[in-house]
């Protein structure tokens, strides 16, 4: 119903930027909340960012707060995770997930991409 593609990890320097985008289809995929977790080796999986269908609806995790930013375009495809003022503790598999409703919590999300890996050196 909702296919969901990571794309943008790669390996940076402490302080650097990057941006990952998750590009989306299905019929239903504009009508979804969009979400950002990400999980690193050991860890639980952690949220990070969520935009709900309507502008009003933004939600950041404690450690993305002032450093990340989550977007979408004019047409809700693809969505965005900027993300700057990296540190070596945001290193893990970066995954684009989707659900029906707004929410912050893993297991409201019906749909998930493969992930992508960032990486951040000291």
């Known amino acids: 119903q909702v296919q969901l593609v990571e794309s943008g990890g790669a390996l940076v320097q402490a302080g650097g930027s990057l941006r990952l985008s998750c590009t989306g289809s299905?019929?239903?995929?504009?009508?979804?909340?969009m979400g950002w977790f990400r999980q690193a080796p050991g860890k639980d999986r952690e949220f990070v960012a969520a935009l709900g269908r309507i502008a009003l609806y933004i939600k950041y995790g404690d450690s993305a707060k002032g450093r990340f930013t989550i977007s979408r375009d004019n047409a809700k495809n693809p969505v965005y995770l900027q993300m700057n003022s990296l540190k070596p503790e945001d290193t893990a598999v970066y995954y684009c997930?989707?659900?029906?409703?707004?929410?912050?919590?893993?297991?409201?999300?019906?749909?998930w991409g493969q992930g992508t890996q960032v990486t951040v050196s000291s």
């Open positions: 997930a989707a659900a029906p409703t707004f929410g912050v919590n893993a297991a409201r999300y019906d749909y």
């Open positions: 299905g019929r239903t995929f504009s009508e979804y909340t």
